[in-house]
C-alpha cells in the first residue's frame, strides 16, 4: 500500500472539545429499549464501539450524527449540541454507513469529489482533495474504475476516502469490515489505524467483532441491550496488572523470601503459589532472576486478575 504523501492535510482536531459526550440519551422503538439512559464522554485517537448486533450502536451513531431524535438525555459532538447545532456538526464530521450505498456507474474519483463539493469545497478544491483521500486509502491506481466493477473491500475503502474528503475532525464508521475476507479485512484496519494514528483523525467504529477493535482502537466502550457495560482504555491501566500471580513447580517459599529482601511486596497463597506488587519491568525482571538464583522453577507468570479480553467478552454478554 502506498504511503501518505507528507503534504497532505488534514484535520487535526481544531477543537479542544471532547469529541463525543453523551448526557443520559434514551431511544426507544415502542416497546423496544435501544438506548437505556447512556452517558460516555469519548476523546481518543480511535474509540471502538462494541456489542453484539441489536445492542443499540446504530441507534446511538445515528443520535450523534443527529439522524435519531432522544427520547431524552442530550449528546454534544466537538463542543456543539446535536439538538441545535445538527448541520454545523455534520459538516465537521463524516460517516461511512454500514450497508451499500454507492452508485455503481460512477468512477471512485468522480464520486467522491461530488461529495466534497456537496460539502463546500470548490470544484478544484474537491478535484485535489478526492486525489488526496483516495490516496490515502490505497486506491489512487483504480480511481477512474467505475466503483460497480470494484471488489467489496475497495468499495469500503470509497465509502472511507468520502468521510474524509472534507477533512473532518471525526469520523464515524459502521462495520467498516462488514463482509470483507481476512485479506481485505487486514487491509482496512491498516487504513483506519493509520487515518487516526498518522493523520490525526478522531475515530468512532462500530462492530461487533472484538479483534478489529483491538488491532485499531485506543478505547473500546461496550453496548448490551442499550446500556454500557464497559468504558475503558484498551491497554491495561496503571495499577490494573501491577499484581503478577506466580505459580511455581517447587515450593514458593524460597523466591517469595527472595522477593521480600528484594523490597517487593509479596504474598504466599499455597505451596506453589504466591502473588508480587509490581512496579515497573524491572521488578518482572526481578523476579525471573530471583528464581534463578533460589533454584525455583517458575510454571506461570499471570496477571492477578481478569483479562482485558475477559473483561470485554464478559461486557459483551
Do not use: W
Request: aromatic content about 2%.
Amino acid at each position: 500500500m502506498s504511503a501518505t504523501p507528507a503534504s497532505t492535510a488534514y484535520a487535526v482536531g481544531v477543537t479542544t472539545a471532547p469529541a463525543i459526550e453523551v448526557h443520559g440519551a434514551r431511544r426507544a422503538y415502542g416497546n423496544v429499549v435501544a438506548l437505556n439512559d447512556v452517558s460516555l464522554r469519548i476523546d481518543a485517537r480511535a474509540t471502538g464501539l462494541l456489542g453484539r448486533n441489536g445492542a443499540g450502536k446504530s441507534t446511538l451513531m445515528k443520535a450523534i450524527l443527529g439522524l435519531v431524535r432522544l427520547d431524552a438525555g442530550e449528546i454534544d459532538v466537538l463542543g456543539e449540541n446535536t439538538r441545535t447545532a445538527g448541520d454545523r456538526i455534520r459538516r465537521r464530521i463524516g460517516y461511512a454507513p454500514e450497508h451499500e450505498c454507492l452508485p455503481p456507474e460512477l468512477t471512485a474519483a468522480d464520486l467522491v469529489r461530488h461529495l466534497a463539493e456537496l460539502r463546500g469545497l470548490s470544484r478544484t478544491d474537491a478535484i485535489r482533495r478526492a486525489s488526496e483521500v483516495l490516496f490515502a486509502v490505497g486506491l489512487e491506481e483504480e480511481r477512474s474504475r467505475v466503483i460497480g466493477s470494484f471488489s467489496l473491500g475497495m468499495r469500503q475503502r470509497v465509502k472511507l476516502a468520502q468521510a474524509l474528503v472534507h477533512a473532518p475532525e471525526l469520523i464515524i464508521l459502521d462495520e467498516p469490515t462488514n463482509g470483507l475476507d481476512p485479506i481485505q479485512r487486514g487491509e482496512m484496519l491498516e487504513v483506519i489505524r493509520r487515518v487516526s494514528h498518522d493523520l490525526g483523525v478522531r475515530v468512532l467504529i462500530s462492530s461487533h467483532i472484538l479483534d478489529d477493535i483491538r488491532r485499531t482502537c485506543d478505547h473500546v466502550v461496550v453496548l448490551r441491550q442499550g446500556s454500557v457495560t464497559l468504558d475503558r482504555p484498551l491497554a491495561a491501566a496503571a495499577g490494573e496488572s501491577d499484581v503478577l500471580r506466580i505459580e511455581t513447580v517447587e515450593p514458593v517459599a524460597p523466591l517469595a523470601a527472595g522477593l521480600s529482601a528484594a523490597g517487593l511486596t509479596c504474598e504466599t497463597i499455597d505451596d506453589c503459589t504466591a502473588r508480587v506488587a509490581i512496579r515497573s519491568e524491572v521488578d518482572r525482571d526481578l523476579v525471573r532472576d530471583i528464581a534463578a538464583t533460589t533454584g525455583v522453577g517458575l510454571r506461570r507468570l499471570h496477571p492477578d486478575g481478569p483479562s482485558i479480553e475477559q473483561q470485554l467478552l464478559e461486557a459483551i454478554g
